[in-house]
């Protein structure tokens, strides 16, 4: 059974950073893509980043790149999602999710291709 566990979330001020840690079970994590989505009240889930299974190739939506990273460490089976200079518009539920890495170079970035998803940690910017 595959358990995606998400962890790391909090309230803070604009201009904080805060770090997110999923944990992954069941599943052989290195042949895995990993993605972070986020859900603000009253929005549609949003992709936010992903990371190849090797760790090698990452992609991130446009309003976070240069603010947050996404890392992974497979022999923790831990990917995680750092996030600097917060803004009150990031506040969101977040959500790790994994994608059976089909070929090299794949990165997906919609909802409907990933497997398996974390149960999500809020994330609160306070202004």
């Known amino acids: 059974q595959v358990q995606l566990v998400e962890s790391g979330g909090g309230l803070v001020q604009t201009g904080d950073s805060l770090g997110l840690s999923c944990a992954a079970s069941g599943l052989s994590f290195s042949n895995y893509a990993m993605g972070w989505f986020r859900q603000a009240p009253g929005k549609e889930r949003e992709f936010v980043a992903t990371i190849s299974g090797s760790g090698g190739d990452t992609y991130y939506t446009d309003s976070v790149k240069g603010r947050f990273t996404i890392a992974r460490v497979n022999a923790k089976n831990t990917v995680y999602l750092q996030m600097n200079s917060l803004k009150p518009e990031d506040t969101a539920v977040y959500s790790c999710?994994?994608?059976?890495?089909?070929?090299?170079?794949?990165?997906?970035?919609?909802?409907?291709?990933?497997?398996?998803w974390g149960q999500g940690t809020q994330v609160t910017v306070s202004s």
């Open positions: 999710a994994a994608k059976l890495q089909y070929y090299s170079g794949y990165m997906p970035t919609r909802v409907y291709e990933y497997d398996y």
